[in-house]
């Protein structure tokens, strides 16, 4: 069955770093494209970064470009998310989504979610 397992997730202080997994399988991930959302108490869910297929292209939220990486490995079937010079407004559920890059019809899979907790 199709499984998106995040992993990473941790408390750390502001300024830090971490750094998140997503290890997917169950499905032909290269035809997926990947992205991090997350969520945080009180808030709507909102996408953080995403990726194309072969990882030629991404996209970041604004709060987040420069501070945070999203990569990919298409032999390994994993994204991962490279947060630095995390701030307390990062704390959030962080959750792995994958969506069918060449069928936009079908239903996003989605991670369990990982949580990250910046503070002193």
């Known amino acids: 069955q199709v499984q998106l397992v995040e992993s990473g997730g941790g408390l750390v202080q502001p300024g830090g770093s971490l750094r998140l997994s997503c290890a997917a399988s169950?499905?032909?991930?290269?035809?997926?494209?990947m992205s991090w959302y997350r969520q945080a108490p009180g808030k709507e869910r909102e996408l953080v970064a995403a990726?194309?297929?072969?990882?030629?292209?991404?996209n970041y939220a604004d709060s987040v470009k420069g501070r945070f990486t999203i990569s990919r490995n298409n032999a390994k079937n994993t994204v991962d998310l490279q947060m630095n010079s995390l701030k307390p407004e990062d704390t959030a559920v962080y959750y792995c989504?994958?969506?069918?890059?060449?069928?936009?019809?079908?239903?996003?899979?989605w991670g369990q979610g990982t949580q990250v907790t910046v503070s002193s």
């Open positions: 169950g499905f032909t991930f290269s035809h997926y494209a």
């Open positions: 990726i194309t297929v072969a990882g030629g292209r991404t």
């Open positions: 989504n994958a969506r069918h890059y060449y069928d936009r019809t079908l239903v996003p899979y």
